[in-house]
């Protein structure tokens, strides 16, 4: 079976760390693109960060110099490290993998940053 299992979610004060892991299944990990998107309530999906192939990096501009991806093609895992969180990253985020035409999603993780 093809699956992204999320973890990590969680509440946290404003200014604090998370770190959100998608484990992979089902699929030949290391050729696939990975990447973490977002949704908030009454809000578009956005893009989070993505992580190719090559271990080359993108991030959306909200949350560039306060995120990281990362990926453990042994683990079959991605990562997202999460700091100087603000409450307008709330959402759930959710991970997914691609590669060409093959996209695939998992079911999402609730981050909520409150004070």
């Known amino acids: 079976q093809v699956q992204l299992v999320e973890s990590g979610g969680g509440l946290v004060q404003p200014g604090g760390s998370l770190r959100l892991s998608c484990a992979a299944s089902?699929?030949?990990?290391?050729?696939?693109?990975m990447g973490w998107s977002r949704q908030a309530p009454g809000k578009q999906r956005e893009l989070v960060a993505r992580?190719?192939?090559?271990?080359?990096?993108n991030y959306g501009d909200s949350v560039k110099g306060r995120f990281t991806i990362s990926r453990d093609n042994a683990k079959n895992t991605v990562y997202l490290q999460m700091n100087s969180l603000k409450p307008e990253d709330t959402a759930v985020y959710y991970c997914h993998a691609g590669r060409g035409s093959d996209y695939i999603w998992g079911q999402g993780t609730q981050v909520t940053v409150s004070s």
């Open positions: 992580v190719n192939s090559a271990g080359g990096t």
């Open positions: 089902g699929i030949i990990f290391r050729i696939y693109a």
